[in-house]
C-alpha cells in the first residue's frame, strides 16, 4: 500500500518553499517526494538545461555521501555542505540532512538549495534599511556584499576607488553606530 504524501497540504507547500530558495524531499532511494518551484529550476540548471524527473547525479552524489555517513556509525546528525557553480555568477549552496517525520516511516533526505549570491543581496537590502544608507551608499554596499572588489564597484558605478572607500567608510560608521543601539 502506497504511503500518503505528507507534503500534498497546500498550507505544509508554502512553509517550505519559504524556507530555502529550493528544496527537494527524496527517499533514501531516490524517488522524488516533493520538489520547490526554485528546486526544478536548479535541477534543470544542473542538467544543462534538459528538463527531468531524476535528482542530477551532483546532487545525488551528496546525498549518498549522507547516505553513507549513517554506515560509519556516527550518532550526531550529519549535514553535508557543498558549493556549486552554476554558471559564473551564480554560486548554489547546497546542505543535504535528514527529515524524520513519523517514527513509523524511514526519514527522508532533504535537500535545501540556495544561490549564494540571490542570498547576499536580500541581506545587503536589509542591512540597507537598517543601517540607513544614503541611496549612493546604498549601491555601493548591494555590490560589496555580493562579491565585487573596490575597482569592480568603482568601473559598475563610474566613480574613484577613493569615493568607493569613502562610502564603505561611511556604511562602516553607520553600521557600528547601529550595532551600539541595539538594546539587549
Given at each position: 500500500?502506497?504511503q500518503p ?23 533514501s532511494q ?140 561611511a556604511i ?13
Open positions: 500500500m502506497e504524501n505528507p507534503f500534498n497540504s497546500v498550507f505544509l507547500q508554502g512553509i517550505i518553499e519559504g524556507l530555502a530558495d529550493g528544496i527537494l524531499i527524496l527517499t531516490g524517488e522524488q517526494i516533493y520538489r520547490s518551484l526554485n528546486a526544478q529550476h536548479f535541477c534543470r540548471k544542473l542538467n544543462c538545461g534538459k528538463p527531468t524527473t531524476q535528482v542530477p547525479k551532483l546532487l545525488w552524489r551528496l546525498c549518498q555521501a549522507l547516505i553513507d555517513s549513517c554506515t560509519i556509525g556516527s550518532d550526531r546528525p550529519v549535514v553535508i555542505e557543498s558549493e556549486i557553480r552554476l554558471e559564473p555568477s551564480t554560486i548554489l549552496r547546497v546542505r543535504v540532512k535528514w527529515l524524520a517525520l513519523e517514527e513509523t516511516h524511514p526519514p527522508y533526505l532533504v535537500v535545501l538549495l540556495e544561490d549564494r549570491r540571490q542570498s547576499l543581496l536580500n541581506r545587503a537590502i536589509a542591512e540597507i534599511q537598517q543601517y540607513k544608507l544614503s541611496p549612493q551608499q546604498a549601491k555601493v554596499w548591494m555590490l560589496r556584499r555580493t562579491g565585487y572588489t573596490y575597482r569592480e564597484i568603482a568601473t559598475n558605478l563610474y566613480i574613484t576607488i577613493n569615493t568607493v572607500k569613502r562610502h564603505l567608510k562602516s560608521y553607520k553600521r557600528e553606530q547601529a550595532i551600539d543601539t541595539i538594546e539587549y
